[in-house]
């Protein structure tokens, strides 16, 4: 079956950095649609940044010029680099595709998340 398998995340002193991975796995047809959303403790997922399929970006202004989000089409793999961290980036990461299955269903699939804390 299709599914996202998120990896990269650690513990990372503030101005480091660290990227995350998003493995797309199972028979998959076509990708739409990729983001990466993070949740902190105490608060609502939010969206990180955003990748359409037509290779226009969006990306949330507390994280605009610090993050790159990047696919690897030959791999069927997100990317986000993330520099200059800041301890308000300590959440959990999670990987959202928009995936069409070889059976034809396309649907938004949602990974397991990684954890990534910015700590001194």
């Known amino acids: 079956q299709v599914q996202l398998v998120e990896s990269g995340g650690g513990l990372v002193q503030p101005g480091g950095s660290l990227r995350l991975s998003c493995a797309a796995s199972?028979?998959?047809?076509?990708?739409?649609?990729m983001a990466w959303y993070r949740q902190a403790p105490g608060k609502q997922r939010e969206l990180v940044a955003r990748?359409?399929?037509?290779?226009?970006?969006n990306y949330a202004d507390s994280v605009k010029g610090r993050f790159t989000i990047s696919r690897d089409s030959t791999n069927n793999t997100l990317y986000l680099q993330m520099n200059i961290l800041k301890p308000e980036d300590t959440a959990v990461y999670y990987c959202?595709?928009?995936?069409?299955?070889?059976?034809?269903?396309?649907?938004?699939?949602w990974g397991q998340g990684t954890k990534v804390t910015v700590s001194s």
């Open positions: 959202n595709g928009e995936l069409q299955s070889g059976s034809g269903l396309r649907r938004y699939y």
């Open positions: 990748l359409i399929s037509s290779g226009s970006t």
């Open positions: 199972g028979s998959i047809r076509s990708i739409g649609t």
